[in-house]
Nanobody
């Protein structure tokens, strides 16, 4: 059984930085896709970045150049380094995972993933 637990959220001033973590457990295969989503109040859950089994990242334009996704392959911990934060980045941030996916084609769709964390709140003012 795969479990994901996010941490690292908080309140920061615009222009500040945060580093989110997603501790994963229960994986039985080495090929998987992981990603980060966010959801602001009254908005749809939005995929913002993915990383595949080879460590190749991708980003949506709104965060590219500011956010960096990475993964510790030994602990299977997912990270999201967020720099130059803006008020519009305020949201609940969720990590997600899908096994048996070497690549992350479709990784910005919510229904692509089977496993989700409970989220961590990021507030930028």
């Amino acid at each position: 059984d795969v479990q994901l637990v996010e941490s690292g959220g908080g309140s920061v001033r615009a222009g500040g930085s945060l580093r989110l973590s997603c501790a994963a457990s229960g994986f039985t295969r080495s090929s998987y896709c992981m990603g980060w989503f966010r959801q602001a109040p009254g908005k749809q859950r939005e995929g913002i970045t993915t990383i595949d089994s080879n460590g190749s990242p991708s980003y949506v334009p709104s965060v590219k150049g500011r956010f960096t996704i990475s993964r510790d392959d030994d602990s299977i911990t997912l990270y999201l380094q967020m720099n130059s934060l803006k008020p519009e980045d305020t949201a609940m941030y969720y990590c997600a995972a899908r096994e048996t996916a070497t690549l992350c084609r479709g990784g910005y769709r919510r229904d692509f993933y089977k496993y989700w964390g409970q989220g961590t709140q990021v507030t930028v003012s």
